[in-house]
Protein backbone atom coordinates (compact mmCIF):
# COMPACT_ATOMS: atom_id res chain seq x y z
CA UNK A 1 0.00 0.00 0.00
CA UNK A 2 1.13 3.55 -0.63
CA UNK A 3 2.67 5.74 1.78
CA UNK A 4 0.09 8.23 1.81
CA UNK A 5 -3.34 7.41 4.21
CA UNK A 6 -5.69 9.26 6.25
CA UNK A 7 -7.29 8.03 9.39
CA UNK A 8 -10.32 7.78 11.46
CA UNK A 9 -10.83 6.65 14.99
CA UNK A 10 -14.31 5.06 15.72
CA UNK A 11 -15.83 3.64 18.13
CA UNK A 12 -19.03 1.85 19.61
CA UNK A 13 -19.67 0.19 22.56
CA UNK A 14 -16.21 -1.50 23.73
CA UNK A 15 -15.26 -1.56 19.81
CA UNK A 16 -12.46 1.06 19.31
CA UNK A 17 -11.76 0.86 15.45
CA UNK A 18 -8.39 2.76 13.54
CA UNK A 19 -9.30 3.31 10.30
CA UNK A 20 -6.98 4.07 7.63
CA UNK A 21 -7.62 5.12 3.84
CA UNK A 22 -5.22 4.73 0.78
CA UNK A 23 -6.48 6.47 -1.99
CA UNK A 24 -6.01 5.73 -5.35
CA UNK A 25 -6.83 1.72 -4.43
CA UNK A 26 -8.73 -1.09 -6.12
CA UNK A 27 -11.44 -1.41 -2.81
CA UNK A 28 -9.01 -3.78 -0.86
CA UNK A 29 -10.40 -4.36 2.83
CA UNK A 30 -8.05 -5.46 5.43
CA UNK A 31 -9.77 -5.86 8.91
CA UNK A 32 -6.67 -7.05 11.77
CA UNK A 33 -4.29 -7.90 9.01
CA UNK A 34 -6.78 -10.57 7.34
CA UNK A 35 -9.37 -9.92 4.55
CA UNK A 36 -12.50 -8.51 5.04
CA UNK A 37 -14.94 -11.05 4.26
CA UNK A 38 -13.17 -13.31 6.67
CA UNK A 39 -12.92 -11.20 9.89
CA UNK A 40 -16.56 -10.44 9.32
CA UNK A 41 -18.33 -13.56 8.03
CA UNK A 42 -21.78 -12.57 8.89
CA UNK A 43 -24.14 -11.91 5.61
CA UNK A 44 -24.36 -8.15 4.91
CA UNK A 45 -21.80 -6.87 7.81
CA UNK A 46 -18.95 -5.85 5.36
CA UNK A 47 -22.03 -4.27 2.72
CA UNK A 48 -22.85 -2.02 5.92
CA UNK A 49 -19.33 -0.80 7.12
CA UNK A 50 -18.92 0.24 3.57
CA UNK A 51 -21.96 2.52 3.51
CA UNK A 52 -20.04 5.66 3.73
CA UNK A 53 -18.62 4.67 0.57
CA UNK A 54 -21.29 3.56 -1.41
CA UNK A 55 -22.99 7.21 0.14
CA UNK A 56 -20.38 9.59 -2.05
CA UNK A 57 -20.24 7.13 -4.85
CA UNK A 58 -16.55 6.03 -4.62
CA UNK A 59 -16.96 2.20 -3.80
CA UNK A 60 -13.54 1.01 -5.71
CA UNK A 61 -11.14 3.92 -5.30
CA UNK A 62 -9.92 3.49 -1.52
CA UNK A 63 -7.98 0.63 -0.40
CA UNK A 64 -8.64 0.17 3.56
CA UNK A 65 -6.71 -1.51 6.60
CA UNK A 66 -8.23 -1.52 9.72
CA UNK A 67 -7.39 -2.34 13.37
CA UNK A 68 -10.04 -2.94 15.79
CA UNK A 69 -10.10 -4.39 18.85
CA UNK A 70 -13.06 -5.04 21.82
CA UNK A 71 -16.62 -5.43 22.18
CA UNK A 72 -18.28 -8.02 19.43
CA UNK A 73 -18.74 -7.98 16.22
CA UNK A 74 -21.80 -5.39 15.69
CA UNK A 75 -19.98 -2.65 17.79
CA UNK A 76 -16.59 -3.58 15.65
CA UNK A 77 -18.56 -3.41 12.51
CA UNK A 78 -20.12 0.08 13.49
CA UNK A 79 -17.03 1.23 14.96
CA UNK A 80 -14.89 0.88 11.62
CA UNK A 81 -18.09 2.71 9.84
CA UNK A 82 -17.29 5.68 12.04
CA UNK A 83 -13.89 5.51 11.30
CA UNK A 84 -14.49 5.09 7.62
CA UNK A 85 -16.45 8.47 7.72
CA UNK A 86 -14.48 10.36 9.69
CA UNK A 87 -11.17 9.29 7.27
CA UNK A 88 -13.47 10.39 4.29
CA UNK A 89 -14.19 14.03 5.86
CA UNK A 90 -10.04 14.59 6.04
CA UNK A 91 -10.02 13.68 1.75
CA UNK A 92 -12.41 15.99 1.47
CA UNK A 93 -14.88 18.08 3.75
CA UNK A 94 -16.93 19.26 1.18
CA UNK A 95 -18.75 15.73 2.01
CA UNK A 96 -19.84 16.50 5.36
CA UNK A 97 -23.33 17.39 4.54
CA UNK A 98 -23.92 14.18 2.74
CA UNK A 99 -22.47 11.66 5.43
CA UNK A 100 -24.26 13.82 8.59
CA UNK A 101 -27.62 13.66 6.55
CA UNK A 102 -27.24 9.75 6.20
CA UNK A 103 -26.51 9.75 10.07
CA UNK A 104 -22.70 8.26 9.53
CA UNK A 105 -20.72 10.99 11.68
CA UNK A 106 -22.94 10.37 14.53
CA UNK A 107 -21.26 7.94 17.43
CA UNK A 108 -23.85 5.83 18.62
CA UNK A 109 -23.66 6.40 22.57
CA UNK A 110 -25.29 3.37 23.45
CA UNK A 111 -23.69 1.10 26.30
CA UNK A 112 -25.04 -1.64 28.49
CA UNK A 113 -26.66 -0.22 31.53
CA UNK A 114 -25.17 -0.89 34.60
CA UNK A 115 -26.72 -4.10 36.76
CA UNK A 116 -28.44 -2.52 39.76
CA UNK A 117 -28.62 -3.85 43.21
CA UNK A 118 -31.27 -5.99 44.05
CA UNK A 119 -32.17 -6.95 40.61
CA UNK A 120 -31.59 -9.48 38.53
CA UNK A 121 -29.92 -7.22 35.55
CA UNK A 122 -29.70 -3.71 34.60
CA UNK A 123 -33.72 -3.82 34.93
CA UNK A 124 -35.24 -7.41 35.65
CA UNK A 125 -36.49 -7.95 38.95
CA UNK A 126 -36.71 -11.29 40.64
CA UNK A 127 -39.69 -12.92 40.46
CA UNK A 128 -42.63 -11.53 43.25
CA UNK A 129 -43.59 -14.64 45.46
CA UNK A 130 -47.17 -14.05 47.38
CA UNK A 131 -46.47 -16.74 49.89
Do not use: C, W
Amino acid sequence: MSAQYYEGIGRRKQATARVRIFPGGTGNLIINDKDGSDYLSRFGDVDILLEPLRTIGQDKHYNISVHVNGGGITGQRDAIQLGLARALLLIDPELKPRLKDAKFLTRDARVKERKKPGLKRARKAPTYTKR
